[in-house]
């Protein structure tokens, strides 16, 4: 796939770029494991304060920045601002925790005195998915660079403007160079850098058969990965919720990002003594979305990032109505240039049809009736995704069972499944394994180290 900035609005070629040659990717790595020798012993305060300079970066090229996403992949430029003040915001936390998340503990053992230390590992690969350009990269740099790692970036192949602008964005921030950098690389190089000796870990936001491969590749060269890749996420809805409140959340969360977000709910499971109640509303507030240009202040669904992505949705839609769903609203592309798919919501969807067992990456809701809490807890954890989870109720026996029974990394309970830099991210099944954020996740790349000492 070449490397290339196309606007998914128009389909307009914005720049390309040519891939690293082999030497140039040796000269990428050498340089990266150089850095780490040096990065690794400067001082927490010191990398603390470059941190806080990444984040006052950020806010300072806001309207640049969300304007190079939008035309990138399509999201709305709205959106676009909040997920660079987002970025600002987890290289502020991780500048002010990462001393204690980082700082040695003490253990009582049979030695005088134990300890447990978290020292850093050495370089990191990240390789990161176009939806979310600066904040899938910034999740993993923040803490990767506080804990005194270096990162080493290869991401989608048509965010290279995004991938390049977040290397210089730690260089203008002060951090030394070969700290970070972006490799702008094919697919096929990924076993190359896996394999070399001085890459030390691995993570990845992605699809399945990305993870996949990426698992497969950590396995043969003995390399710690963490993977967070796709996932279905039920939206349960019962009688004691606050309806008007669930089905305005339930509209956000199926179209947030154009709809392309792993935790974006997908699935809506509705009790029957409301579900006819809930569609009405929830088909009005999503036909009430406006389409359009990204760039517009007032657009709410930009285009989808590119042509497979959109095609491939339209097949699932029409495979799953050819099994006999109905289409509510929307089902069809729409008749402009660019990558448009309107809203859609699909109902009486069959056992085993594509909107049933498949991610439906796009604005696409598929609704459930369901006759009580044991069939939606049932059919919620029926799919082979675990990534991220929402319930709406006022009952607080449902409100446990949702908690405790729910097969997800997250359980939201009336509320939007979000990130959060002080909580811990990802999923179980084939969601993947291992967590981000909060100082969980900043320990997953570093050398747990005991002590002991007579």
């Avoid at 000796?197 to 990845?204: D, E, K, S, Y």
């Avoid at 497979?308 to 592309?333: F, N, P």
Wanted: aromatic share 8%; with cysteine.
């Amino acid at each position: 796939m070449p490397i290339a900035s196309v606007n998914p609005a128009t389909g307009e070629t914005l720049r390309t770029f040519q891939p690293l040659t082999a030497a140039e990717l040796e000269a990428k790595i050498a340089l990266a494991a150089s850095a780490y020798a040096s990065h690794r012993k400067t001082a927490l305060a010191d990398r603390a304060s470059k941190m806080h300079r990444a984040a006052d970066i950020l806010d300072a090229r806001k309207t640049e920045l969300s304007r190079m996403m939008t035309l990138e992949m399509g999201k709305p430029v709205v959106a676009a601002r909040a997920e660079v003040e987002k970025c600002a915001s987890v290289c502020r936390y991780y500048a002010d925790e990462a001393a204690s998340i980082l700082a040695p503990e003490e253990v009582e053992s049979d030695a005088s005195k134990s300890l447990v230390r978290y020292d850093p590992i050495g370089p990191v690969l990240a390789i990161m998915p176009w939806n979310f350009p600066l904040w899938q990269v910034f999740r993993f740099a923040a803490p990767a660079l506080m804990a005194g790692n270096v990162g080493l970036l290869k991401h989608a192949p048509n965010v290279p403007q995004c991938a390049l602008v977040i290397e210089e964005i730690f260089h203008q921030a002060g951090f030394p160079e070969g700290v970070f950098q972006t490799l702008l690389v094919e697919v096929p190089a990924v076993e190359t850098i896996m394999s070399d000796p001085r890459v030390m870990a691995a993570t990845l936001t992605g699809s399945e058969r990305a993870g996949g491969a990426l698992a497969s590749l950590s396995g043969k060269w003995l390399k710690k990965t963490v993977l967070e890749l796709g996932g279905s996420d039920p939206f349960i809805v019962m009688p004691s919720a606050d309806l008007e409140k669930a089905v305005k959340t339930g509209v956000t969360a199926r179209t947030i990002n154009n709809g392309q977000s792993c935790i974006a709910a997908k699935r809506f499971l509705v009790h029957k003594d409301i579900y006819e109640e809930f569609e009405r509303r929830f088909v009005a507030g999503l036909e009430a979305l406006k389409v359009g240009d990204p760039l517009d202040e007032s657009t709410d669904i930009g285009p989808l990032v590119n042509e497979q992505i959109l095609s491939s949705l339209a097949d699932q839609v029409e495979r799953t109505v050819q099994a006999g769903a109905k289409v509510l609203t929307g089902g069809k592309r729409l008749d402009r240039p660019g990558y448009f798919y309107p809203p859609t919501v699909l109902a009486n969807i069959p056992k085993g049809s594509a909107a049933d067992c498949e991610e439906l990456f796009g604005p696409v809701a598929s609704l459930f009736p369901v006759a009580d809490i044991d069939e939606a807890i049932a059919l919620a954890n029926s799919t082979s995704f675990g990534l991220g989870s929402s319930a709406w109720t006022n009952d607080e026996a449902e409100r446990e069972r949702f908690v405790t029974e729910l097969e997800a990394g997250a359980v939201f309970i009336n509320g939007l499944t979000k990130s959060d830099p002080r909580l811990p991210f990802g999923g179980i099944k084939r969601s993947g394994y291992g967590r981000e954020l909060s100082a969980i996740g900043m320990r997953e790349f570093v050398n747990i180290k005991t002590v002991w000492i007579a």
